[in-house]
């Protein structure tokens, strides 16, 4: 299994928009953070977890020329607004696209992108099929686990990919679900900051307890804000434990 973290930023991005945040941070481009989305590879299928803002120019940087499924975490428009780009897949592929999520998710999408769907759908627009998820999806030996967490009172979920599991913008996860992370060789968390607290994500420290408690095998985060210095914050975590950064491709046996 191969993973391309896309975009490792939250809802603003890094830098924000009109550069009104005085991050004050280095010029290493792992500082540069679009929005969250990941891309897996196994075995031939090629599976996108959300579809955010900058999903065309991370498709282009990363040379994504296939998308066969799209697992969705939440609706928020940082997660879904890059769907519109998946248009191009379909010319190509000549066929509609598996989207997958909850049922408030599935909803949502089909009422702010309302043009793609039903009689009235737009000649030309993006064609997906959507379906809620709700149960473990089987794509040949590729076995995909719904993880469900919270958002502050969002209900959401995370995924878990044969040993890979991918869980952003998480406050809380409920021991039912702990149980079906614990094992994965890599565990993916959000961690939006330092301090202080917030309360609709967990802070790099949470984050951290968290990953320890699940005993992530290798913990990565995600999800950092403008005023997370890459360099600097991974010399204060655990050697198991480092922020991810924007194009970082990693392989699971």
Not at 12 to 40: Q, T
Not at 47 to 72: C, M, W, Y
Not at 77 to 84: I, N, R, T
Not at 118 to 132: A, I, R, V
């Amino acid at each position: 299994m191969e993973i391309t973290f896309l975009g490792t930023g939250t809802s603003m991005g890094v830098p924000i928009a009109g550069g009104f945040a005085p991050e004050g941070l280095s010029n290493d481009p792992r500082n540069i953070r679009s929005r969250c989305s990941a891309w897996v590879r196994h075995n031939g299928i090629s599976i996108l977890i959300d579809a955010g803002p900058e999903f065309r120019i991370q498709s282009i940087k990363n040379k994504i020329r296939t998308v066969d499924h799209v697992l969705i975490t939440h609706e928020h428009m940082d997660h879904v607004a890059g769907l519109e780009d998946l248009r191009a897949y379909n010319y190509e592929q000549k066929d509609g696209i598996p989207v997958y999520g909850t049922s408030s998710c599935i909803k949502s999408i089909r009422s702010r992108f309302e043009y793609m769907f039903g009689p009235d759908k737009y000649p030309g627009s993006t064609t997906l099929t959507l379906k809620e998820i709700q149960g473990p999806l089987h794509f040949d030996d590729l076995l995909i686990t719904p993880l469900p967490v919270t958002h502050g009172k969002l209900n959401m979920l995370g995924y878990r990919l044969n040993d890979f599991c991918y869980l952003t913008d998480v406050k809380s996860i409920p021991e039912s679900t702990k149980k079906l992370i614990r094992g994965a060789k890599m565990v993916v968390l959000s961690g939006l900051r330092w301090e202080p607290d917030h309360p609709t994500h967990l802070t790099i420290p949470q984050a951290v307890q968290l990953l320890e408690e699940l005993e992530a095998e290798h913990g990565l985060l995600i999800h950092m804000n403008s005023y997370v210095n890459h360099e600097e914050s991974n010399a204060r975590l655990p050697e198991h434990i480092k922020l991810a950064f924007d194009q970082q491709v990693v392989r699971l046996d």
